[in-house]
């Protein structure tokens, strides 16, 4: 009866080590459709479960369709631990005030360029603000990448995994070349997947072509664009990534091993 009884506990330990060990990738909020349940509009937010904190980068455009997407996920906002804002335009920030309102006393980590009235406002709901400047370590294996870029400034978010970095952007307007070959140099480990928007929409085929032969140099394994890359970047990564495209619109969930 001891032996079956310790089997059985031992089986739901293996169980539980196999889900705890896996890192989700959620996709809440975007223009790049996938699931048709969900609602798209234009904008980006992705919710991380697997690490210490669950952690929503970005919040899109609109808070009430952010929860809605949220909920025919099968998302509890009260489970978000961490905001995660790549940079200040609207499709990116939009739902913040919404969310806050459902859940206020999480950490908001921004770029440290944000306005300071945009910072305060965040403060006032009882949230706690932690502004990055260089590249910072914000809870086990889970770092930004620091502010990049000289007009629009932004930060991505690096996952140290053990297949390699995971690099999440919200539209990469500082180049996701320079993105990916920062995080490749500053943590000094492969790079697994890049995914979010590129910001690559209106670019020429020779334009986005180099972009390709540039990450396919620094070694990407794994692609999941969407949002700002534009349909005919898609159609170029797709072609070039083949199995290794993984889809990153409005629902898709991404998984890996952590």
Not at 172 to 200: S, T
């Amino acid at each position: 009866m001891l032996v079956i009884l310790f089997t059985g506990l031992f089986g739901f330990w293996e169980d539980m080590q196999a889900e705890t060990s896996i890192l989700r990738l959620k996709v809440v909020y975007n223009n790049a459709p996938f699931d048709p349940n969900l609602t798209t509009s234009w904008g980006f937010s992705c919710l991380i479960e697997g690490m210490e904190k669950t952690i929503l980068f970005d919040t899109g455009g609109n808070g009430r369709i952010l929860f809605a997407n949220m909920k025919r996920m099968h998302i509890d906002p009260m489970s978000v631990g961490m905001v995660f804002l790549s940079h200040i335009h609207a499709d990116h920030t939009g739902g913040l005030e919404y969310f806050l309102k459902q859940n206020p006393h999480i950490t908001v980590c921004l770029p440290e360029s944000f306005p300071v009235s945009f910072q305060k406002a965040i403060r006032s709901g009882g949230a706690f603000v932690k502004a990055v400047g260089s590249p910072m370590r914000i809870f086990d294996k889970v770092y930004s990448s620091g502010e990049m870029g000289d007009w629009i400034r932004e930060q991505a978010l690096v996952l140290e995994t053990s297949n390699g970095l995971v690099i999440i952007t919200g539209c990469a307007h500082p180049g996701i070349v320079n993105i990916v070959r920062k995080a490749r140099e500053h943590f000094k480990d492969d790079v697994y997947l890049v995914m979010g928007g590129f910001h690559l929409g209106g670019k020429a085929n020779a334009q986005i072509q180099e972009v390709i032969h540039s990450l396919k140099e620094l070694g990407v394994k794994k692609v999941a664009p969407s949002h700002c890359t534009g349909e005919k970047a898609m159609v170029l990564f797709r072609e070039n990534w083949g199995e290794n495209f993984l889809e990153g619109g409005a629902g898709a969930i991404i998984e890996v091993a952590r």
